[in-house]
T-cell receptor
């Protein structure tokens, strides 16, 4: 069955430390890949996306993600976390060119001083 | 400004009282969809529409109806709401995904007592 897995439900990181959020998918073909962020009480904001081409994708707010076909992964990274990065992060994939997104369960990121 | 709007943003209702959540986009997008967000489950697609008068079920359509009479509007209808429909609802729209990304509305928090 098709699925998107975010193995970490909750991550705590110190301000200034690096952050990596994991995302694995199970699909027959290479899907379109996305990372969204949801700040408390807010809607969803697109951080970055991968459709094709360079497997290292740069996004907003200093985030990047790397697509690894062999591992069916699309992990999100940030070299130095800021307190404002505390939020819930969702990985999403789509295998159709229209728009149905399959979301992971989300990873809650807490940033400590 | 390109945007997806939803109304109301917050709604508390009682079991069985019909309600409609409106969604409108100003980007002339063909594809529109509704998601619900529940803790630990991420976002799940309820219904989608590829164009006017073309709608289809997503992953969790039970208890919901939609219509697409105009390209810009895609209302979500709960004919007889039940407590298990208490959730955060997002409307989204996009052109064909390969050429664009999906834009999300601000969300509607629904509580059914």
């Amino acid at each position: 069955a098709q699925s998107v897995t975010q193995p970490d439900i909750h991550i705590t990181v110190s301000e200034g430390a690096s952050l990596e959020l994991r995302c694995n998918y199970s699909y027959g073909a290479t899907p379109y890949l996305f990372w969204y962020v949801q700040s408390p009480g807010q809607g969803l904001q697109l951080l970055l996306k991968y459709f094709s081409g360079d497997t290292l994708v740069q996004g907003i707010k200093g985030f990047e993600a790397e697509f690894k076909r062999s591992q069916s992964s699309f992990n999100l990274r940030k070299p130095s976390v800021h307190w404002s990065d505390a939020a819930e992060y969702f990985c999403a994939v789509s295998t159709d060119s229209w728009g149905k997104l399959q979301f992971g369960a989300g990873t809650q990121v807490v940033v400590t001083p | 400004e390109a945007q997806v709007t939803q109304n109301p943003r917050y709604l508390i209702t009682v079991t069985g009282k019909k309600l409609t959540v409106t969604c409108s986009q100003n980007m002339n997008h063909e594809y529109m969809s509704w998601y619900r967000q529940d803790p630990g489950l991420g976002l799940r697609q309820i219904y989608y529409s590829m164009n006017v008068e073309v709608t289809d079920k997503g992953d969790v359509p039970e208890g919901y109806k939609v219509s697409r009479k105009e390209k810009r509007n895609f209302p979500l209808i709960l004919e007889s709401p039940s407590p298990n429909q208490t959730s955060l609802y997002f409307c989204a729209s996009n052109f064909r995904l390969g050429a664009d990304t999906q834009y999300f509305g601000p969300g509607t928090r629904l509580t059914v007592l």
